[in-house]
């Protein structure tokens, strides 16, 4: 089993860490902007306090721009890994998990 914080603040990772329990992070941009911080200025403090993986997602809408946001986040810290929301909108959302429209 392991323990990932959902979180943006970097107390908050460091407080966990002591404890032992900081696998992992699960970052979004909505929590950075909620804590005040820098969405990739947290993500790099973050990755330098966990030995595992730090996930993030763009925020871009189209294909072409998450791709580019994603390559820039993946240069952050030594193990982001980098998710892809399967909304509705989403260029990553496969055929087969978009609803299709109703005639």
């Avoid at 329990?21 to 902007?33: F, I, K, Q, R």
């Amino acid at each position: 089993m392991r323990f990932f914080l959902e979180s943006a603040v970097a107390d908050e990772a460091k407080k966990v860490r002591e404890w032992g329990l900081l696998d992992g992070v699960w970052l979004s941009a909505a929590a950075a902007e909620k804590a005040g911080v820098d969405y990739r200025r947290a993500a790099r403090e973050l990755s330098s306090l966990t030995d595992g993986p730090v996930c993030v997602g763009p925020v871009s809408t189209d294909a072409k721009g998450m791709y580019k946001e994603a390559r820039e986040l993946a240069k952050l810290g030594k193990d982001i890994v980098v998710g892809c929301s399967r909304r509705t909108r989403s260029p990553c959302a496969p055929p087969a998990v978009t609803p299709r429209r109703r005639r």
